[in-house]
C-alpha cells in the first residue's frame, strides 16, 4: 500500500484538489446529516459512494485502500470507547435480558429469511442462510456511535436501556463472527476441501466465551489488586501520560489475544475498555475518583480517568477524522450502480422492511420483562407497560443498523462461495445499506422527541451503587454516586 502511494511522486494539483474535496464534502455530509436526519453517519456513507468505486470513483485505490484501513481503526476507538463509558454494572444486572434480546435478533432476521428468500423470492437454502446470516448482525460501530451522538441532553451509555442495547448487539457481533468463519470456509466444503467443521464453529465461540468469562475474573482478583495496591498511587505524578501508555498497552494485548484466540478483534477492543474502567479503586480518596479533568490533572494525589484521557487526546481525531472515515468506507464497498434494476429493488424494498421488523421486534422484551417482573397487579402492569414503550422502541431502532459485519459476511459468501448469486448479494446489500440508515434515523428521531423521558424513566440512568466516578453523567448524577461510593466503602 505504502509502495503504490509513494509512486505518485509529484502529485498533480487536480490529485491534491480531490483529497481536498473528499475531506470538505464528508466533513460536510456529516454535519448535515446530522441536522436534517439526526444521524450523521448517513453523509459519509452517501461521500463514500459517490467518491469511491461504486459511482464516481474519484479517489485512487490505493487512497480508498488507506481510508479503509484509517476507518477500521476508528471503529476499533469507537469500541474502545464505548468499553470505557459503558457501565459494567448495569450490563451484569441486565444480562439476561439483553441474551433474549440478542437471541432474537439473530433468529428473527435467519428465520423471516427464510420465509421471504427460500419460500417466496426462490433463492437456495444455502444462499438464505448466508443473508440471514448478515442481517442478523449488528453494526457495534454504528450503534456505539448513536449512543455517543444521539443527544446532548441524554448519555445513554449511562442508561440502563443503554446498557441492554450495548451487550445485546456486542452477543450479535460475536454470533455474527462466528457464521462468517463458517461461510468463509463453506466453499472449501463445497469443493471437497478438508475442513474441520466442528472446530470451525467451536473456536471463535470457545474463544469469545472464553475471553469474556476470564477477563472479569483475572481483572477482580489480580490485575485490579496489584493496579490499586502498587501503581495506580504513582499515576497521579504523570496524569495523562501514564493512562495513554497503558491504555495503548492493553488495547493492542486484547486486540491480539482475540485475533490470534480467532474471535472478533472488535470484541477484544471492548473487552479492553471495560477492563480498564474496572482497574482503578472506586474509594472516594481514590486518584482515579475525581469530579473533573480539571480535578484529575490540578491535584498532585489526583488522576484523570481513563476516559478522560481518551476524551483529551483520541476524541476528536477519532470523531472528526476516523469515525467518518469509517462510514464512508462502508460506501466504498456497496455496488451501487448494479442495485437499480427492477428486480434488485422489488427485492431489496421488501426484504428491507422485513429485516426492519426482524430487529425492532427486540424491543418487545422490553416491556415484557417489566410486566414480568412486577407484581401481579393490573394497574401496575399497565403503568409498566406505557413507561416502557419509548425505551422498547430505542432498543429495536437502535438494532437496526448492521454496518460493517453485516456488508463483511454477504461479501464473503458472494465471493468465497458458489453458493450467493448476483441477485441474493443486491438484495442483502440493499437490506443493509437501508436499515443501516433508517435505523440511526429513526433513533435520532426518538432521542429528540422522547430523550428526556428515556433518561428520567426506570430505563434511564441508573445509580452507579457505589461505583464512584461516572465522567460523563450529568454533574447530579456524578455528585450522587460520589456520596454512595464513600457510604459504601465505609460499610
Known sequence: ????????????????????????????????????????????????????????????????????????????????????????????????????????????????????????FGYGAVETFIIGAALSTTSLGT?????????????????????????????????????????????????????????????????????AGLTPLLCKYVFAPVF?????????????????????????????????????????????GSFLTYLPSKHPEGPFVVYSREHGEQNDDKSPTFVHTFEKYFSDVQKYLMEPL??????????FIDLWTGSAIWHGVVYTLLMLFAKVIVGIWVPLWDVLTKKKNQDVATSSLSKAVPPAALLGAAMVARGEIGLLIVEIGYNSTPYVSDAGFYTAVWAILLNTIIGPMVVGILIKFRGKEIGTGHWGIQETGGQGDSEKAQASSRDQALEEGSDSSHQ
Open 1 to 120: 500500500m505504502a509502495g503504490s502511494f509513494l509512486a505518485y511522486e509529484e502529485p498533480s494539483i487536480v490529485l491534491i484538489l480531490v483529497l481536498i474535496s473528499f475531506f470538505f464534502f464528508l466533513s460536510l455530509a456529516e454535519w448535515l446529516s446530522s441536522i436534517v436526519f439526526r444521524a450523521g453517519i448517513i453523509g459519509p456513507i452517501i461521500v463514500g459512494i459517490i467518491y469511491g468505486m461504486p459511482l464516481a470513483d474519484i479517489l485512487l485505490e490505493v487512497w480508498q485502500e488507506t481510508f479503509l484501513a484509517i476507518g477500521y481503526i476508528g471503529l476499533i476507538l469507537i469500541i474502545f470507547e464505548g468499553g470505557l463509558t459503558t457501565r459494567m454494572d448495569l450490563l451484569k444486572q441486565n444480562f439476561f435480558l439483553s441474551m433474549l434480546a440478542a437471541t432474537t435478533g439473530v433468529v428473527f432476521p435467519i428465520g423471516l429469511s427464510y420465509l421471504l428468500l427460500y419460500l417466496g
Open 228 to 272: 490499586r495496591r502498587f501503581i495506580e498511587h504513582h499515576f497521579a505524578r504523570y496524569d495523562h501520560l501514564s493512562n495513554v501508555v497503558l491504555m495503548v498497552l492493553v488495547l493492542c494485548a486484547f486486540i491480539s489475544i482475540a485475533a490470534y484466540a480467532g474471535t472478533s478483534v472488535l470484541f477484544g477492543a471492548f473487552l479492553a
Open 326 to 335: 469509517f462510514f464512508a468506507s462502508i460506501g466504498f464497498a456497496i455496488p
Open 143 to 211: 450503534t456505539f456511535a448513536v449512543i455517543g451522538g444521539a443527544s446532548k441532553d441524554i448519555d445513554l451509555s449511562q442508561t440502563r436501556i443503554g446498557a441492554v442495547l450495548v451487550s445485546a448487539a456486542v452477543i450479535d457481533d460475536v454470533s455474527g463472527l462466528v457464521m462468517s468463519s463458517v461461510i468463509h470456509d463453506l466453499g472449501s466444503l463445497s469443493a471437497g476441501g478438508d475442513v474441520n467443521l466442528g472446530w470451525l464453529i467451536g473456536r471463535p465461540i470457545l474463544a469469545s466465551i472464553l475471553m
